[in-house]
């Protein structure tokens, strides 16, 4: 006669029992859980932020709970497309100049060996320790003798000599992770050191150059105090300071700033999605899988 089993039994019959999650399990739980509530919390004031710019103002007309009237105003009846040129322009710039002076200067403190390579990464990071705002008032002076006063140009000066020192400092920490030998294998067929560094370290240094690249964006991009001192004319502000520039004295339109606040916000989230596919860890692990 044959018994017919459950596939409990006849795994308890074998000396099978369900066991409960592992530890570990339970960690990764525990972890997305904080990670996801954090993120939850960070995101309300962007969520604000985005609320804020699309409800109709005090003096809306519209009887809609959301409206695209403030998007619109800020648009027509201010100058935020010259605020929005002035800032890609000087913060553009400032990117790829911190870019073509960091790649090189990175691969030095990266492969150098020396006393004089040495001093110079200690001064780069004392450089990049001292806030600018120390250097403010000795630049003024300078600069307005120079007539870079109310000026783009000197806007952007300023940028990259700020950002060119932490620049280098990152390229010669992605660089680090790219082997020698990669390059004496190009030395041996031929190459240059300029044209191994150009061909090797600087097309495996995609991930880092786009990393610099962001760093930079955000930190030119951002900026407010700088260009509050060096920019006088309200055709030559920068989004931050037009943004300020809708503060009144006694009314404050908060859908209309806001509405102006998503638009600054707008290109460097553009830019993040657009590169974040192009970031990537340990491309060349296989490189020297024959050594």
């Known amino acids: 006669m044959s018994v017919v089993s459950d596939p409990v039994t006849r795994g308890i019959r074998r000396g ?3 066991t409960p999650a592992p530890v570990k399990s339970r960690g990764r739980w525990w972890r997305f859980t904080f990670v996801l ?3 939850v919390v960070a995101l309300v004031p962007v969520g604000g932020v985005f609320f804020l710019a699309l409800r ?3 003096r809306s007309q519209s009887t809609s709970s959301f409206t695209l009237e403030n998007f619109s105003y800020v648009f027509t009846n201010g100058q935020t497309l010259q605020w929005l040129g002035n800032s890609l322009a000087v913060t553009l710039t400032t990117v790829v100049v911190s870019v073509a002076v960091g790649a090189p200067a990175g691969y030095v403190l990266s492969r150098g ?3 004089a390579v040495s001093g110079y990464s200690l001064l780069l990071f004392v450089v990049q320790a001292l806030p600018v705002i120390t250097a403010v008032i000795p630049l003024f002076i300078l600069f ?3 007539g870079l006063v109310d000026s783009l140009l000197g806007l952007g000066i300023i940028y990259v000599g700020a950002s060119v020192s932490v620049a280098t400092w990152m390229m010669a920490a992605y660089m ?3 082997p020698v030998a990669l390059e004496q294998a190009a030395w041996i067929d031929g190459c240059s050191v300029f044209g191994a560094f150009v061909r090797i370290v600087l097309r495996n240094s995609l991930p880092g150059i786009l990393s610099t690249a962001i760093y930079t964006f955000l930190v030119s991009w951002n900026d407010y105090l700088v260009a509050l001192v060096f920019v006088r ?5 920068t989004l931050p300071i037009g943004l300020a520039s809708f503060f009144q004295q006694n009314v404050v339109d908060w859908g209309q700033v806001m509405a102006l606040a998503v638009i600054m916000l707008a290109p460097p989230v553009l830019l993040f999605t657009v590169l974040n596919k192009y970031f990537s860890i340990g491309g060349i692990g296989g490189s020297l899988a024959g050594q």
């Open 144 to 146: 307005a003798r120079l």
């Open 176 to 178: 680090d992770s790219i």
């Open 16 to 18: 099978r029992t369900r």
């Open 233 to 237: 004319s309200q055709d030559k502000y």
């Open 37 to 39: 509530a954090f993120t």
């Open 56 to 58: 109709p103002g005090a």
């Open 113 to 115: 060996r020396g006393k």
